[in-house]
T-cell receptor
Framework: AQRVTQPEKLLSVFKGAPVELKCNYS??????LFWYVQYSRQRLQLLLR??SRESIKGFTADLNKGETSFHLKKPFAQEEDSAMYYC????????????FGAGTILRVKS | DTGVSQDPRHKITKRGQNVTFRCDPI?????LYWYRQTLGQGPEFLTY????????KSRLLSDRFSAERPKGSFSTLEIQRTEQGDSAMYLC?????????????????FGQGTRLTVV
């Protein structure tokens, strides 16, 4: 069964502190891994995907296939990073549908 | 707005009534997904279409739920005889689909959602 675990419901950090949002997944095949973000009163949107290997808004995520993890990191949190973050794998054998974790609320305090 | 559009944004209905939601995809996208999201949870997959064909339905989709995508364009999700447990945000997402293997077409674009409240 496909499953995603985001162990922290809420992560509260001070501005300028490092951030790591954890994600572990169980998914058959070789899925593509995504992080989606939802800012207040906005729609769910893609933050980054593992195959692009790029840094978006200072965030990076490394796929560890051995540990089946895809943790999201940022060295210096900004107040505008406050949002709900979802980790989600998707794969061709499953119609590319996203399987979401419960999400982690990131709150960056000034 | 050229993104995914959902209508209505909010719906309040009495228990036992039928409701229908609509999703208009990004025009070139041939895959369309419906998700349901309740408070404190991530979106849960309900069903998806490739063009007009409904290819998968979650076991979450009871017999009271039906989805259509005539002509492979917009989609509707109908809930019959609504129950209070149906109260949730219903999200639609679309992507390019097609082809085999992983490609940029796997990025899903979401609508704003329809918030259903059953009283």
């Amino acid at each position: 069964a496909q499953r995603v675990t985001q162990p922290e419901k809420l992560l509260s950090v001070f501005k300028g502190a490092p951030v790591e949002l954890k994600c572990n997944y169980s998914y058959s095949g070789s899925p593509e891994l995504f992080w989606y973000v939802q800012y207040s009163r906005q729609r769910l949107q893609l933050l980054l995907r593992h195959i692009s290997r790029e840094s978006i808004k200072g965030f990076t995520a490394d796929l560890n296939k051995g540990e089946t993890s895809f943790h999201l990191k940022k060295p210096f949190a900004q107040e505008e990073d406050s949002a709900m973050y979802y980790c989600a794998p998707a794969g061709v054998p499953h119609g590319n549908k996203l399987v979401f974790g419960a999400g982690t609320i990131l709150r960056v305090k000034s | 707005d050229t993104g995914v559009s959902q209508d209505p944004r909010h719906k309040i209905t009495k228990r036992g009534q039928n409701v229908t939601f609509r999703c208009d995809p990004i025009s070139e996208h041939n895959r369309l997904y419906w998700y349901r999201q309740t408070l404190g949870q991530g979106p849960e997959f309900l069903t998806y279409f490739q063009n007009e064909a409904q290819l998968e339905k979650s076991r979450l989709l009871s017999d009271r739920f039906s989805a259509e995508r005539p002509k492979g364009s917009f989609s509707t999700l109908e809930i019959q005889r609504t129950e209070q447990g149906d109260s949730a945000m219903y999200l639609c997402a679309t992507n390019g689909g097609g082809g085999q293997g992983i490609s940029r077409n796997t990025e899903a674009f979401f609508g704003q959602g329809t918030r259903l409240t059953v009283v």
